[in-house]
């Protein structure tokens, strides 16, 4: 039913825009030469088998569920998929068993069925009875209210992590639209900072707690305590028990056990449902091996049986086959943001709009060895190590009268940050790098002395995904005062 609509093949070749998706017209968006487009193009189109593994960072920006569907598209019509050494997207698991994603840990039933994207909490204060499927609420219709109570654990994702950080922390502060915070944490963070109430918990070192191997691989890794809880810390488990004491509820939440207790019925449930050879808690314990592994002894390679025959194996598609064109997405109707075929749209903010006249420069926020997003940012030995600093081409710096290790002011509309500066030819001419997770400390005037990015970026989401699109900032640079 979707005959007279543009095929992939016509973007590519410009049929119907009069544009054609040469490595000339690629060149001034990519800043990568026309003639190196083209080798690596033809380099993945004849080198079998080929892989094109996407990382989780070029997806962070406007439109970036485009990006993951190119890519996914390019896979295909290269032949990659379903064979080894290839790719399809996803995780990359080392078995062919789904990942760790089997907690067994009883967790109830919500009898709130809706649910939002995590990205648009702030969204959910402001207008949540306004919300809909078309914001990204599932399980239900529609939110019935305005989130107007907020408990948040182990988390510095509402201040530090969360998009336009001035804006946050307005909502934040406004009692009538969050009525009360609660915040359970190790430390006091951008986040506690604005806690109601703070329930302080203590670290990993002083509980019973056991973890799985995340995506790399099919692992259990114990965590046994080594310490008492310091202070009035208490372990997480702990504070949600003693609170569901107060309701009414402790026996059924805690079912009689402790930590270890817990830990000693979770590794039960893994011997009988994934981990038959796994050591019981004591033995665990008295060996000191510390993690439990699956061996992977052939790598995973997804979609063979789909490659080897595709009518027996369908995938989970409306088709059962590979979709360039995704008739569920052309049916949307919003085909300037959410196109049929992965396509190519200008971001919101970028070096191509009038934007770039008062903010010149990309701005981008990696990921650093100074910690895990914002978790380990108030260990001063890796402060030391890898200080947070903004990274600046030569070119740029020269053109600003900025040297090496001054302190610079980065800003846009929705704020600035001063912190030192790293002159270096590993960014490009343009493009600036400020490394994320850092903690927002404002001065008296509000310019952010501790580097957080988040003081920059936008809260506007990605149309399809609604997810973060804090990547996509344009920002200027100056030397700054002392």
Same mark, same amino acid.
């Given at each position: ?47 079998? +088998? ?29 032949? @990659? ?18 990942? +760790? ?44 209210? @305005? ?99 107060? #309701? ?29 050879? #796994? ?8 060996? @000191?091996?510390?993690?439990?592994? @699956? ?14 025959? +595709? ?45 770039? %006249? ?19 940012? $108030? ?32 800003? $846009? %509309? ?41 003081? #920059? ?26």
């Amino acid at each position: 039913g979707c005959e007279a609509e543009e095929s992939y093949r016509e973007y590519i070749l410009g049929t119907r825009d009069g544009i054609p998706k040469t490595p000339e017209w690629a060149e001034p968006v990519t800043t990568v030469p026309r003639d190196t487009i083209a080798r690596i193009a033809r380099e993945y189109a004849t080198l079998k +088998p080929g892989v094109l593994y996407q990382g989780y960072g070029m997806q962070r920006r406007a439109y970036g569920e485009q990006v993951v569907r190119a890519g996914c598209v390019l896979a295909s019509i290269t032949g @990659n998929v379903g064979i080894l050494g290839g790719w399809a997207s996803g995780l990359g698991l080392q078995a062919p068993d789904g990942g +760790p994603l089997w907690n067994p840990f009883p967790t109830g039933e919500n009898p709130v069925k809706a649910s939002i994207p995590v990205f648009l909490w702030t969204e959910a204060v402001l207008r949540g009875a306004e919300m809909d499927q078309s914001d990204g609420v599932i399980g239900a219709d529609r939110l019935d209210n @305005n989130i107007k109570l907020i408990y948040t654990v182990a988390s510095n994702a509402l201040v530090n992590q969360h998009a336009n950080i001035n804006r946050t922390v307005e909502i934040l502060r406004d009692e009538r639209l969050v009525e009360f915070l609660v915040v359970q944490d190790n430390f006091l963070t951008a986040t506690g900072r604005f806690a109601d109430l703070v329930l302080p918990a203590c670290t990993q070192f002083e509980t019973y707690g056991l973890e799985d191997g995340w995506k790399y691989g099919d692992e259990v890794m114990l965590m046994p305590q080594l310490v008492d809880p310091l202070f009035e810390t208490k372990s997480d488990y702990r504070i949600c028990a003693e609170i569901a004491s107060r #309701l009414g509820i402790g026996q059924a939440y805690t079912q009689g056990r402790d930590e270890r207790l817990w830990v000693e019925w979770l590794l039960d449930r893994y011997r009988e449902t994934r981990f038959p050879g #796994l050591p019981s808690l004591d033995e665990f314990e008295a060996s @000191n091996i510390g993690v439990y592994a @699956n061996p992977v002894t052939q790598p995973a390679i997804a979609f063979t049986e789909f490659r080897a025959d +595709p009518e027996r194996h369908p995938l989970s598609t409306p088709s059962g086959k590979i979709e360039i064109f995704s008739k569920r997405l052309h049916d949307m109707g919003r085909p300037a943001v959410i196109p049929a075929v992965p396509k190519y749209i200008q971001e919101w903010e970028s070096p191509f709009g009038p934007e770039a %006249q008062r903010f010149p420069l990309q701005a981008i926020g990696h990921h650093t060895l100074h910690r895990v997003h914002s978790t380990h940012d $108030n260990v001063d030995w890796l402060e030391e190590a890898f200080p947070q600093r903004v990274f600046i081409n030569p070119i740029d710096a020269r053109s600003r009268g900025i040297s090496d290790g001054d302190l610079v002011k980065v800003f $846009n %509309q929705r704020g600035a940050l001063v912190i030192p500066c790293r002159i270096t030819e590993r960014m490009m001419p343009g493009l600036v790098d400020i490394p994320q997770g850092a903690w927002w400390e404002p001065n008296k005037d509000g310019v952010d002395r501790g580097g957080s990015v988040n003081v #920059l970026t936008s809260e506007r989401c990605t149309p399809l995904a609604f997810g973060t699109a804090q990547h996509t900032i344009m920002v200027q640079v100056e030397k700054a005062g002392p």
